[in-house]
């Protein structure tokens, strides 16, 4: 799907979701990120270690949980984790339609 | 370009060519739109020009006097002289080939520029009246317009800047014999920076400042850093003044006058006396009420998410649109102003806008502090490496201050830092890619840092926060 | 500790307290585990004490004399004397304290510590032996061990380090005047660094080395402008040539003879001679065989991605454990080996571990270079941004060099990082934290970066990538 082909097998995930994907038991490379271009966040390694890897992919960067945690802790998703960049094209498109260019 | 009979058109036209507006007008040329810059005096604006570089310059040349003059202790004996014409001479030349760029760089990118003065007819057209005498002007209309005109000093009754002796920083960026005795009101970021570099060029300077603490909006503890160095270098501090007036002193020079709250008055003997109270935004003679834009009470035009102001078509960005009021967070308006107009997906969605001060030590700082994350709603974790635990700052001689990060406790999330030190200005750059990239605690202390350096203190800052620094003792 | 009627027993036994060692020991004790750490000479090993702390206040102090010797550009002007003894006598102060502070931490942290030797007698035993006469040895037993031994410099047949005029990295780090001419067996990073240093204190130095330039694993670009600014500063550059002998001068010194792959020969005048061709791992009278552990054909220990060896509870880190024998891959090396032996998740999974060099400018580099990113499949983009036209590099008077981010073209990932130029080893701290976090270029770009400072150039180089960078030309 999304996640396109790394060479040299490496897989783009940040050292958290890595130690996480060691932790559960998960093989890191196997994961289907839900970050830009294929990014692994731990939300896709513990979505993949409850055997539930289409949730991740379902999502996609709009249905992720908040960038950063919202000023109310207590509904904070643990996991999410998104660029500026993803989060700035994700906002978008939306009720505020950009002006064009005559 | 549509030319008409009277009237040229562009497609956006960008007012000043600061850090906002310049930048606003090479991405718009950039996005393949057909632009026009308009400056009525100098490329580069206030940042290049008399503000940024220029006291940047003067810090290093100050910097490096001062510091080979103190190094005995590391076994370097020098006995520096400083020449300030020549310091000025090459501040000069610095800024020159800057600014020199900046024209080169809106012209290479294809942005049509106009040297002159706007001001707005319309909600689509300005008046360029062009400087000097017999020049004349011209009538351009735009379909997007982004006003990046900027700010000024602030001056305060009874210090009018056109006296000889009252300086703005402008004045302080290009004078080429240091006073004896400097006298400056107000203890901001400008009136800091440059009360280290006259004090390291070897004036007796005093500060007025009407709070009582210097920096306001930083923490306690880094100013209390900045202070005490400041004093070291023999920089007076009398808190809680406010200049009221000056005069002739019998014996030459000049008194300053201060009072405080309760009216307890003080003078000081000063050879000159700069005033840096803060900035107010550039918009008279700029006409804005005929486009239809209203300015606050301050001055300062009001903008939304995607840099427009409440004339749609019409944005602001920089200075004049108001806080932060710096250069990078100028710049960044104007690609995000840039980008909206070509109809691009961007919008001022920035986690934190870093800033700097370039005092001894730097400051630097990014998001949130540990009082500004409680507020926000955190449950904060802070971590803390000082330099004098650092090994790479006991070789650099320079072991003041300390490099502190903010995270969530729960998630982790970094949610900004504050250091203080050698170099903090650029080592909250990493700080800034954190914040910005939602990564944790964990994801900075597992980076491997090099050794050795002053960002490994931002390693074992996050370490720190977790309980489990190396070298330093967790709480 | 379990304390038996001779054997003494610990959990943890590390050996050697280089920053490999003494940063397991530390991270181990942090996870509650018995440890005990054997040292045989000075707490902080090479790095501390002969290595990356020494070297870098020496070029502190002769970077300082230098750059303040040379500045009447920007109006300052000394005429700086070092007196090489008291600068010694700092770079000894800087590194006691240092070493000091690990010893401490140590402690603090409740790592037992024993001075002595430490040689393996079987699987889960070593043997410690107290240095000095009649100061016996103790049997210790333990159930896990980190080996930590470091490495020492390659000698060269006939140039034994015995000979007072013939120097080691370590005696060029202590020598309390400089020569007048200075002969440099070595172009790597070590030799380029002291080469750097010793010419800006004022020897005639001369590098001679086997290969056709110096600095062997970087880019042609990057060398280039390492060695054309050392030849600035008067450095000599032979290459192609290996020493072969030295031999006393008829008029004093020393003649130092080279011989060229075609058996051409040369000689040079020199003072001293100082070989810097690598350095070794240091495993003799460890006794590694007898816990059944087998050394490469080169002597390092062969490692797992848990810096395991052949036998699972032993594990070996840094220096001893092969490349990057750099410090700060020995402490991350030596905080997996803690954890993994604590059970914990841990492992050598660090996308790139950067590097710096120190000579003038610096280098700073972490990640694929672009070959390196072809080599592995990807198909990589490339930006770059000279510091010329970095505004802050200009007010430091430093404006060689340039910054490039490397990334993969497809999904924009940042795969490394090139950076040569001022505070380069500074400025690859936010690259790594890129290459870690799997930020793409968009996300460094669209990270604000404080106005004026170097790390601009990070992101204007992920700008240019992206082919809309705003202060160079895009390609
Ligand atoms: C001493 C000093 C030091 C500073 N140091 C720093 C620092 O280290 N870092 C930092 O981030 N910020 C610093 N600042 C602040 C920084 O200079 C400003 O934030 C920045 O210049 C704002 O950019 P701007 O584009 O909004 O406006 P400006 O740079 O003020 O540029 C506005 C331009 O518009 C032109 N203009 C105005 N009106 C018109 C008109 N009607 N028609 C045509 N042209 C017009 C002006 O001539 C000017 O060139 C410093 C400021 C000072 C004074
Ligand atoms: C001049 C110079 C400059 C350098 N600059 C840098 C730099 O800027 N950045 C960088 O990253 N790296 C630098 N290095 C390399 C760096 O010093 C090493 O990579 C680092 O010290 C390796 O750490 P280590 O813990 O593996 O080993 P070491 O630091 O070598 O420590 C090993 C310790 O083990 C002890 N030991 C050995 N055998 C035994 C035994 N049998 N029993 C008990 N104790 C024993 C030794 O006494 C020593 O203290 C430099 C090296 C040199 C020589």
């Not at chain 2, 009018?160 to 402008?170: L, N, P, R, Y």
Request: aromatic share 4%; with cysteine.
């Amino acid at each position: 799907d999304a996640e396109p082909d790394t060479p040299a097998g490496r897989t783009f995930a940040p050292p958290s979701a890595r130690r996480l994907a060691r932790e559960l038991g998960v093989d890191v490379a196997a994961v289907d990120g839900s970050g830009p271009g294929g990014r692994v966040t731990e939300a896709d390694v513990r979505a993949h270690a409850e055997g539930d890897a289409g949730a991740a992919d379902a999502g996609g960067p709009d249905d992720g949980p908040e960038p950063r945690p919202a000023p109310t802790p207590t509904d904070t998703g643990s996991d999410g984790r998104k660029s500026a960049v993803s989060k700035r094209g994700a906002d978008d498109g939306s009720a505020d339609a950009p002006a064009t260019p005559a | 370009m549509v030319v008409g009979d009277v009237t040229t058109g562009t497609e956006v036209l960008v007012i000043g060519a600061g850090p906002g507006g310049y930048v606003a007008a090479i991405r718009a040329a950039q996005e393949g739109l057909d632009t026009t810059l308009v400056e009525k005096d100098a490329y580069g604006g206030a940042c290049l020009n008399r503000g940024c570089i220029p006291s940047k310059a003067l810090i290093t040349g100050s910097g490096l006097a001062h510091e080979a003059g103190n190094a005995e202790f590391m076994g370097v004996h020098a006995d520096p002289a400083v020449d300030m014409g020549k310091m000025i001479e090459w501040k000069d030349g610095v800024v020159d080939r800057l600014t020199g760029g900046v024209e080169k760089l809106c012209k290479a990118n294809g942005v049509n520029l106009i040297e002159g003065t706007a001001s707005f007819v319309g909600e689509d057209t300005v008046r360029v009246a062009h400087g000097g005498d017999g020049q004349g002007s011209e009538t351009l209309s735009f379909e997007h317009a982004v006003v990046a005109t900027g700010s000024r000093p602030i001056q305060i009754p009874g210090f009018e800047f056109a006296e000889d002796h009252v300086w703005s920083s402008a004045d302080a960026l290009d004078a080429d014999t240091v006073p004896d005795r400097l006298g400056i009101v107000g203890g901001g970021y400008i009136g800091m920076e440059l009360a280290t570099t006259y004090a390291k060029l070897g004036a007796d300077v005093t500060v007025v400042e009407m709070l009582d603490d210097i920096l306001d909006p930083y923490e306690d503890d880094v100013k209390r850093i900045v202070r005490e160095r400041a004093a070291e270098l023999g920089v007076e501090f009398n808190f809680g003044e406010g200049a009221s007036e000056w005069s002739e002193a019998p014996d030459g020079g000049y008194l300053l006058h201060t009072e405080t709250e309760d009216s307890e008055e003080s003078t000081y003997g000063v050879d000159k006396i700069l005033v840096a109270v803060g900035r107010q935004p550039v918009t008279d003679g700029l006409d804005v009420a005929n486009a239809g834009i209203e300015t606050d009470d301050r001055g300062f035009i009001e903008t939304d998410d995607r840099t427009r102001t409440a004339v749609e078509h019409i944005h602001a960005v920089g200075d004049v649109a108001g806080d932060p009021m710096l250069a990078h967070a100028a710049s960044n308006e104007g690609i995000v102003a840039a980008e909206v107009i070509a109809g691009e997906p961007a919008a001022l969605d920035r986690q934190a806008v870093p800033a700097a001060v370039f005092t001894d030590p730097e400051i630097g700082t990014v998001g949130m502090t540990e009082a500004e994350a409680e507020d926000a709603g955190f449950d904060p974790v802070v971590g803390e490496m000082p330099f004098n635990a650092s090994g790479r700052a006991m070789t650099t001689g320079h072991t003041e201050g300390f490099a502190r990060i903010v995270a969530d406790e729960e998630t982790g999330f970094v949610l900004g830092g504050q250091i203080v030190g050698p170099e903090a200005s650029e080592l909250i750059a990493e700080v800034a890619l954190a914040v910005e990239m939602g990564a944790t605690l964990e994801d900075v202390a597992a980076t491997v840092h090099t050794h050795p350096t002053l960002a490994e203190a931002v390693m074992e800052a996050a370490e720190n926060a977790r309980g489990q620094a190396i070298h330093t003792l967790n709480r």
